[in-house]
């Protein structure tokens, strides 16, 4: 049934917002996913460098586009503090040193050359993680030796010293300097040209040297938005903010700057607030939907996401698989899964949450596996064959404590929390289809007809998500044979 992605593949160049919203994003930690090899011994310490390079995505860009996913997101590409003694390398790239130089752990200039161009041929575009807020020096504060870093290699292009610690104050999330551990993170003063005009003229070089279709900005919360929006517009690509920050109006607030930003509210109040907690309420999280939608400049280019690098592991939080069959695809925004999520990985804080693939004994026939191919592809026919299906905002039909429909267009999601011992209920709503129509149920391939008044009467059980599509909507995908 896969084939049928590949047919809908536009041509690449300049990537628009608009190319971006069809797309879903797999997120990768370039030295936890793949070996230049596909081997590689265990990683004895996930404090440091595990082998992962730009070679090894390349030779696994395969597994990634069989689950669906039509985008990947890198790490930062930039050199990092790399020190032998130091238990805390870089390895993660959020700890640059170096603008002028690439991490030569993860490869060469031309491997990350063909591995951009390689996933461009299969019409998958790569989504660069960047720094700006800050470098990186692997001492307190009152020992940084700027010569040291590159090319911001004085005192004067940072912000004086001041920890954060003020969460509620702008100002300080700003320009103090956010808390390293064990390096210090220099507060880079973007408000200056001759800070904010290198670090536009990098990432135009980067985009146009590499041939990245968007870009993703780390502690974006942390500089201006000022800065923010004449970065945006200078690179000129898609890019998608991190703002940490579930409170959705200061999280909407950003959208007016950068294209998208990683929806922690809908991560954090819906998807973790309906599934993931004991004792989950699943009415109480399906109402934020609505607040959500009427905040967000525009919804359909938010990035929906359960897991990310900085994250607990949904399995680590309910190990049931049935409960991480959810709507993290079937939200309005773009959907990101992170590497090893379709494997259950779990672990918590970071570095446990950054294991590596290549050891974990990863299987193409995992349960999320299939499942997030059966939904990437349900998500990138409708996209493709209908351009309003993404920008029809999803509508919540009913919710009680443990179910809830929700219609999207054409798509209509019965979810539940009762997890995989609940036993059999039934649940019954009012749907917008029209008495008679036909929905296809995708995975089981069962089909259901729509009563009087549009309603739909489904059994719920063994926690299990229910997804219909209308039927006349899928017809000449593959789908179900339809
Ligand atoms: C089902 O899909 C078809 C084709 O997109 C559409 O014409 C029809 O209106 C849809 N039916 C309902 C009830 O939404
Ligand atoms: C039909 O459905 C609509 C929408 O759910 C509801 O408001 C209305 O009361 C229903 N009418 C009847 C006759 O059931
Ligand atoms: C298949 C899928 O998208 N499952 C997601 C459901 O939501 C959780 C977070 O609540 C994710 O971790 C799952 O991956």
Redesign the pocket.
């Known amino acids: 049934m896969l084939f049928a992605l590949l047919l809908f593949v536009p041509a690449i160049f300049a990537a628009s917002a608009a190319d971006w919203r069809s797309r879903s994003i797999y997120q990768i930690m370039t030295d936890r996913f793949a070996t230049t090899e596909e081997s590689g011994g265990s990683c004895g310490d996930l404090d440091n460098y595990c082998g992962g390079t730009w070679k090894g995505i390349e030779n696994k860009l395969s597994y990634i586009q069989e689950m669906g996913f039509t985008a990947i997101w890198i790490s930062p590409i930039n050199q990092n503090i790399d020190q032998s003694t130091f238990a805390g390398n870089g390895y993660h790239g959020y700890w640059p040193n170096n603008f002028d130089a690439l991490n030569s752990h993860f490869g060469s200039s031309d491997d990350l050359k063909s591995l951009v161009s390689e996933a461009h041929a299969r019409g998958m575009y790569v989504m660069l993680d960047v720094v700006v807020n800050h470098m990186a020096y692997p001492a307190d504060e009152n020992a940084v030796d700027y010569s040291q870093l590159q090319p911001f290699n004085s005192v004067k292009y940072y912000h004086e010293y001041c920890p954060l610690t003020l969460y509620s104050t702008q100002t300080q999330i700003e320009q103090c300097w956010l808390e390293g551990t064990i390096v210090s993170l220099a507060d880079l003063r973007f408000e200056d040209t001759d800070v904010a005009g290198p670090l536009k003229q990098w990432a135009q070089n980067a985009i146009s040297t590499y041939g990245f279709d968007g870009l993703r900005i780390d502690a974006a919360k942390h500089v201006s938005k000022e800065f923010l929006s004449s970065y945006r517009a200078s690179v000129d690509v898609f890019t998608i903010g991190e703002v940490y920050s579930a409170d959705i109006d200061y999280l909407a607030s950003y959208q007016r700057y950068l294209d998208s930003n990683h929806d922690f509210a809908t ?1 954090q109040l819906v ?2 607030g ?3 907690f004991s004792g989950a309420d699943m009415s109480a999280a399906m109402s934020k939907i609505s607040q959500i939608q009427a905040a967000f400049p525009d919804p359909s280019l938010m990035n929906t ?3 990310n690098h900085d994250m607990y ?3 680590s ?2 190990s049931d698989v049935n ?7 079937f939200s309005d925004g773009i ?1 990101t ?2 590497y090893g ?2 494997q259950s990985f779990t672990g918590n804080n970071a570095p446990s949450n950054r294991q590596v693939l290549w050891t974990s004994g990863y299987s193409t026939s995992a349960p ?1 596996y299939s ?2 191919a059966t ?1 990437n592809q349900l998500r990138n026919y409708l996209a493709y064959a209908d351009s309003s299906h993404l920008t029809t905002d999803m509508k919540l039909l009913k919710a009680d404590k443990h179910d809830s429909a929700i219609q999207k267009k054409n798509l209509l999601l019965v979810l539940t929390n009762s997890g995989s011992t609940a036993a059999s209920t039934t649940f019954s709503f009012e749907s917008e289809f029209s008495q008679g129509t036909t929905l296809v149920e995708v995975v089981a391939c069962n089909e259901i007809t729509v009563g009087y008044n549009g309603s739909v009467t489904v059994s719920m059980q063994n926690g299990l998500p229910r997804i219909f599509v209308n039927k006349s909507a899928i017809r000449g995908s593959g789908i179900c044979s339809n």
Do not use: D, G, V
């Open positions: 991560q998807i973790l309906a599934f993931a996401f359960s897991e592991r949904f399995a939080i309910n409960a991480n069959k959810n709507e993290t695809f959907p899964i992170f999520q379709e999320l499942f997030i939904c």
